[in-house]
């Protein structure tokens, strides 16, 4: 196991290989913190299914991830099927809501929603990467969301 995070130090691509030995072994809790620590080498699958294991017995710890995943999933303007997609992650976040005891506070976050609160990207110099976060309003992204939230 030294070896694999030996490797992950090093090479961080590798990250998703020491999660799932971590599941693997029934060492949830360190797979969970090595999935926050890497979370861009992980796959969307691998990830959807550490939030879905998480959520049992720490939902307050998935609401966050939950909530990153449906603005990625309404943005990503390459996927026809993203508002289905965004469906099924909200209905993964309500649960996530409800366990953790938070029921309004998933009401509060569908009204932002509602309103047209969404991440977008854009340039900004300040960034290594050239690509900033930031928080937008647009005609397309309210009546998108208003049709995911009704959806639900």
Same mark, same amino acid.
């Given at each position: 196991? +030294?070896?694999? /995070? $030996?490797?992950?130090?090093?090479?961080?691509? =590798?990250?998703?290989?020491?999660?799932?030995?971590?599941?693997?072994?029934?060492?949830? $809790?360190? &797979?969970?913190?090595?999935?926050?620590?890497?979370?861009?080498?992980?796959?969307?699958?691998?990830?959807q299914t550490l939030l879905? /294991?998480?959520?049992?017995?720490?939902?307050?710890?998935?609401?966050?991830? =939950?909530?990153?995943?449906?603005?990625?999933?309404?943005?990503?303007?390459?996927?026809? !099927? !993203? =508002?289905? /997609? &965004?469906?099924?992650?909200?209905?993964?976040?309500?649960a996530a809501y409800q366990? &953790?005891?938070e029921a309004a506070a #998933?009401?509060? =976050?569908?009204? +932002?929603?509602?309103?047209? /609160?969404?991440? %977008?990207?854009?340039?900004?110099?300040?960034?290594? %990467?050239?690509?900033? #976060?930031?928080?937008? !309003?647009?005609?397309?992204?309210?009546?998108? %969301?208003?049709?995911?939230? $009704?959806?639900?």
């Open positions: 196991m +030294e070896v694999l /995070r $030996d490797r992950v130090d090093q090479e961080p691509v =590798y990250a998703s290989e020491l999660v799932g030995v971590l599941v693997a072994v029934g060492r949830e $809790d360190e &797979a969970w913190q090595e999935a926050l620590r890497h979370r861009r080498w992980l796959g969307g699958p691998q990830w879905e /294991r998480r959520a049992v017995m720490h939902p307050e710890e998935v609401i966050q991830p =939950y909530r990153d995943l449906v603005e990625q999933a309404i943005l990503n303007s390459a996927d026809k !099927r !993203r =508002y289905r /997609r &965004a469906v099924a992650l909200l209905a993964a976040l309500r366990a &953790a005891e #998933f009401g509060r =976050y569908l009204a +932002e929603m509602r309103r047209g /609160r969404a991440i %977008t990207y854009g340039w900004s110099p300040n960034t290594p %990467t050239s690509l900033g #976060f930031g928080v937008g !309003r647009g005609a397309g992204m309210q009546t998108a %969301t208003a049709l995911i939230i $009704d959806g639900l």
